[in-house]
């Protein structure tokens, strides 16, 4: 990993100056640093169409990929969402990415250093409804305005690669990988419960739902709707995903961490439950790591997904039918009750140790994990012990422990068993294995690991993204488009009213002939999670042009893995999770030889900027409105002369701390803009932009 100290020799030494400018220095081993007429960079000449501009210094990586794969070197930074102006963040992440292909084009490596745009999403159709204007129109506009900011930095892209993942010749091949997914058994559809808008008639991400339950755009009240959906099987891969992260030495630990975390293997047991119906025997099996507080359970909580409640419902009167389908549809996740929303079953399941009677819980808390069902212990469960409260459902203490001295808060940490029992005295630990063993003996129950991580749900009710190769036949079912018939192409041809999604309107696109019996037939309106067009677009670049195939497996395993990839941590989890779950399905398809797609992994800190807040209500000022030239050297409110808060945070438009790129290099020049950014602190942290600290490397430079 390149340190602080490295880039300044390299910059020192001539990397973002031009290539004869570079030879020069190196050509003279007596040069240091860098003299030049300060006038040059000044920001009314020319320097940097003469010398740094990208365009008279391309990166271009050989087509002699053979003689080029033992001394490549393979950086990339994450491909900007093209929203129309480049941020300074974007602006600090390609600086990086620049100085370290440049460094290792000096040390003699052959660099391959792409760009491209993660082109699909929501905001181009939000720009459609508000700005009457058509996503691809507005997407273009915008690729083109950053594809110039970028090429006004001096950033060296070799943009003869260069990608859109909106170009039917690149979403041909995430349908391609779709398709293999789906031929693998990897991808399924599956019933999910989506935050669904009444009015605007659409599916509305978490994000999209405010506090109290409303919509964000129509102010509707947000129901819960269940819908079949696109998912695809990452748990298979979840043993690969966790114990492959240890191999990873050029990950910082923290990443790993967090992947590791989010998969989450646990050891426990499956135990089952009888249910009692009138007509015959139902089992229900839950998950625990805790079998030791079995004793203490005293309801039975299941995922509003599990298949298991219109099973069991059937055994119910018709009132109770209607009561629990009503609440499936229109309970509210998002209210102050989160945690404790949940509905009675109407059936109980008996205790396998005891025989009791437990009353069977919709809970909204448990999650789509294991068996999607857990056993409830509101006196040794955080959760179950709310969940339990709003409820008026007993708790039951079977473990003691000293170091819990509030008895109104549940008892967490392993301890000495209690009412539990022939097993009351033993040790927790010795009370699972103990309890372990007696209900495999009952034949009621058996040892299981299972993984946090879910199965990635892809489906998108929305226009603007990668249509879903799928179509469906009255005859047939479910049929795959043939490969040679990619891609299937979004019409352009469509209406944007903000109601539902425009590709379910669009009957000649809908409508279509079966593959197999070549009758009527109709195709899924789905469109992709953008996070699959991102988990693919690094092997992309390694063979962007090709037409005949996703890329040449030669040439892909040649120039893969990516030797250092630079980003947020932002994406540390999902992304980064998704590209790697990609790598490894495509390395068992035999397309490629890699495992995992990024040797290294740089994640850059944040750009934080001033921001001013009134005193008392804490909100924010517009810098304009602020006194610096107070006697006492505190910025004050010229409204009203009060003191105001001075805090720094991440740039953002809400809180008027945000600095246009494109000012600081019509002011300064790119260069000295891109030196600031990186002599201001380590890559790794948060760096605190300040205009006053451009004046420093203005100085060294000149």
């Given at each position: 990993m390149l340190t602080l100290n490295c880039m300044k020799g390299v910059l020192r030494n001539g990397a973002f100056g031009s290539r004869n400018l570079r030879s020069a220095i190196l050509s003279n081993p007596s040069i240091r640093g860098v003299n030049i007429n300060a006038q040059l960079f000044n920001s009314r000449t020319n320097l940097q169409?003469?010398?740094?501009?990208?365009?008279?210094?391309?990166?271009?990586?050989?087509?002699?990929?053979?003689?080029?794969?033992?001394?490549?070197?393979?950086?990339?930074?994450?491909?900007?969402?093209?929203?129309?102006?480049?941020?300074?963040?974007?602006?600090?992440?390609?600086?990086?990415?620049?100085?370290?292909?440049?460094?290792?084009?000096?040390?003699?490596?052959?660099?391959?250093?792409?760009?491209?745009?993660?082109?699909?999403?929501?905001?181009?159709?939000?720009?459609?409804?508000?700005?009457?204007?058509?996503?691809?129109?507005?997407?273009?506009?915008?690729?083109?305005?950053?594809?110039?900011?970028?090429?006004?930095?001096?950033?060296?892209?070799?943009?003869?690669?260069?990608?859109?993942?909106?170009?039917?010749?690149?979403?041909?091949?995430t349908q391609f990988i779709f398709?293999?997914?789906?031929?693998?058994?990897?991808?399924?559809?599956?019933?999910?419960?989506?935050?669904?808008?009444?009015?605007?008639?659409?599916?509305?991400?978490?994000?999209?739902?405010?506090?109290?339950?409303?919509?964000?755009?129509?102010?509707?009240?947000?129901?819960?709707?269940?819908?079949?959906?696109?998912?695809?099987?990452?748990?298979?891969?979840?043993?690969?995903?966790?114990?492959?992260?240890?191999?990873?030495?050029?990950?910082?630990?923290?990443?790993?961490?967090?992947?590791?975390?989010?998969?989450?293997?646990?050891?426990?047991?499956?135990?089952?439950?009888?249910?009692?119906?009138?007509?015959?025997?139902?089992?229900?099996?839950?998950?625990?790591?805790?079998?030791?507080?079995?004793?203490?359970?005293?309801?039975?909580?299941?995922?509003?997904?599990?298949?298991?409640?219109?099973?069991?419902?059937?055994?119910?009167?018709?009132?109770?039918?209607?009561?629990?389908?009503?609440?499936?549809?229109?309970?509210?996740?998002?209210?102050?009750?989160?945690?404790?929303?949940?509905?009675?079953?109407?059936?109980?399941?008996?205790?396998?140790?005891?025989?009791?009677?437990?009353?069977?819980?919709?809970?909204?808390?448990?999650?789509?994990?294991?068996?999607?069902?857990?056993m409830g212990v509101p006196a040794h469960d955080v959760r179950d012990h709310k969940f339990a409260q709003v409820h008026s459902i007993p708790k039951k203490s079977v473990i003691s422990n000293d170091t819990e001295k509030d008895t109104q808060k549940p008892v967490t940490e392993d301890g000495v068993l209690v009412n539990s029992g022939e097993f009351t005295g033993l040790t927790s630990e010795e009370a699972r294995n103990q309890i372990t063993k007696a209900i495999l003996e009952k034949k009621r129950g058996e040892s299981v690991e299972y993984f946090k991580i879910r199965d990635w749900l892809i489906s998108r009710q929305r226009y603007w993204g990668t249509p879903i190769p799928i179509i469906y036949c009255k005859s047939c079912g479910e049929v795959p488009v043939p490969f040679e018939d990619l891609p299937v192409t979004l019409p352009l041809d469509v209406s944007f009213t903000g109601k539902g999604n425009a590709l379910s309107s669009h009957s000649d696109w809908v409508n279509t002939k079966c593959p197999s019996c070549h009758g009527h037939a109709t195709r899924e309106t789905d469109t992709m999670d953008t996070f699959v067009d991102s988990s693919w677009y690094y092997l992309r670049f390694t063979d962007s042009k090709n037409d005949k195939e996703i890329f040449d497996k030669k040439i892909a395993s040649e120039l893969m893995s990516v030797d250092i990839y630079i980003g947020g941590i932002e994406h540390a989890i999902l992304h980064l999770l998704y590209a790697r779950f990609i790598t490894k399905v495509l390395n068992n398809e035999g397309l490629l030889n890699c495992k995992e797609p990024f040797k290294a992994l740089l994640t850059q800190g944040l750009v934080n900027a001033k921001t001013y807040r009134e005193s008392g209500s804490d909100r924010v000022i517009h810098p304009d409105m602020i006194d610096l030239t107070h006697k006492d050297g505190l910025p004050r409110h010229k409204k009203d002369g009060s003191i105001v808060k001075v805090s720094w945070e991440k740039m953002s438009k809400s809180k008027y701390n945000g600095v246009n790129p494109a000012d600081v290099i019509k002011e300064y020049g790119a260069d000295i803009a891109r030196l600031c950014v990186l002599f201001k602190a380590p890559p790794e942290v948060s760096l605190e932009w300040d205009v006053d600290g451009i004046e420093g490397p203005k100085r060294w430079v000149a």
């Open positions: 169409a003469r010398f740094f501009h990208s365009e008279n210094n391309p990166t271009k990586f050989s087509d002699d990929y053979e003689a080029n794969s033992k001394n490549k070197y393979y950086v990339l930074s994450m491909f900007p969402y093209p929203s129309g102006n480049l941020h300074m963040g974007h602006m600090r992440v390609y600086t990086i990415s620049d100085t370290i292909a440049r460094t290792m084009t000096m040390r003699g490596f052959k660099v391959l250093h792409p760009m491209g745009f993660d082109a699909f999403g929501l905001p181009a159709e939000n720009a459609a409804i508000e700005r009457n204007i058509h996503p691809n129109e507005w997407t273009r506009q915008n690729i083109s305005q950053m594809r110039s900011q970028l090429k006004d930095l001096s950033i060296n892209f070799d943009w003869d690669r260069e990608i859109s993942t909106c170009d039917p010749e690149y979403y041909k091949w398709l293999k997914l789906y031929q693998a058994g990897l991808a399924y559809r599956a019933q999910s419960i989506v935050n669904w808008d009444p009015v605007d008639l659409t599916v509305l991400a978490d994000e999209q739902v405010d506090s109290n339950g409303l919509s964000w755009r129509s102010n509707a009240k947000v129901e819960k709707k269940t819908l079949t959906q696109w998912f695809l099987k990452v748990r298979d891969y979840a043993n690969a995903l966790h114990d492959d992260l240890d191999s990873l030495e050029g990950w910082p630990s923290n990443v790993k961490s967090m992947q590791k975390e989010w998969i989450s293997p646990s050891k426990g047991i499956k135990i089952s439950f009888d249910v009692q119906v009138p007509h015959g025997e139902k089992l229900i099996q839950i998950f625990t790591t805790r079998p030791d507080t079995i004793f203490g359970a005293t309801f039975i909580g299941i995922s509003p997904n599990s298949e298991l409640i219109h099973t069991l419902l059937k055994h119910t009167s018709e009132k109770n039918q209607r009561e629990v389908h009503e609440f499936l549809e229109q309970k509210n996740y998002h209210s102050n009750l989160a945690g404790t929303v949940g509905k009675k079953l109407g059936v109980n399941a008996i205790h396998p140790l005891t025989n009791e009677l437990l009353p069977i819980y919709i809970c909204e808390y448990v999650l789509d994990y294991g068996t999607k069902a857990i």
